[in-house]
């Protein structure tokens, strides 16, 4: 099955919604809630401020992980030597954020994580019975009053034709949370792999809502909602001279919430950020 574009306001949107997350591990909304100009300022406002020094005064904290990461610390995607083309910023309520940047991207993230409650309730709500009853609570409530919920604003530059050989924007890799929230990017690369190991485009016109689930919802659903690998591919042409922005937000539940019988949302966390070489 193809990820479906599904009209947010339709009668029978969570359950497309739903049928189309389990089958591919992506979903994809129009007709959404969130602020297409509000996506567009942020854009623009971040495209700018990574053009500026400033952004190395915000150089990522490795305990807490807010703040800049530079191209040169940025993640190796699991399994993968080479480092992606990408530089970011990882914004949390409670961390480190440019002052001019702070009210408009805090509306994003508080706006779309109530978007997401709603689309975790859809989840649960066209879960089987054998697979809700191993949730240890409703999946809009692991995400309550959450501080983990990480918000990356995502910088890949144009390029120069000095990169690492077989080095793209982002390598293949699955996200780590529950879900995953993304607005189309400004430009194109998106790709999703599907059973037969191929790669297809993820529908990606300017406006759509990108959904995606992670490892931790996999997880809990003891598999049924799968994590599909993704990945970002270069462009050619003449977007090879543009930058690319985009922006997920990563539902992550709270530390202490219980994903299944081996592991919390902290030990998982944990375990996987130690695979990616970004965390001792
Ligand atoms: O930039 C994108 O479109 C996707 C980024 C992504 O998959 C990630 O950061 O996990
Ligand atoms: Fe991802």
Known sequence: MQVQVVDYTAEDAPQKFVESLRTTGFGVLVNHPIQQSLVESIYKNWHEFFQTEEKHSFAFDPQKQDGYFSPEVSENAKGHSKKDIKEYYHIYPWGRIPSQLKDEILAYYQSTSELAAELLDWVEAHSPANVSEKYSEALSNMIKDTPNTLLRVLHYPPLTGDEEPGAIRA?????????????????????????????????????????????????????????????????????????RISLPLFLHPRSEVILSEKHTQASYLLERLRELGVKA
């Open 171 to 243: 390598a293949a890799h699955e996200d780590i949370n529950l879900l995953t929230i993304l607005p189309a990017a400004n430009e194109p690369g998106l790709q999703v792999q599907q059973q037969n190991g191929e790669w297809m485009d993820v529908p990606a016109d300017f406006g759509n809502l990108i959904i995606n689930i992670g490892d931790m919802l996999q997880e809990a659903s003891g598999g049924y909602f799968p994590s599909t690998s993704h990945r970002v591919i270069n462009p050619s042409g003449k977007g090879s001279d543009k930058s």
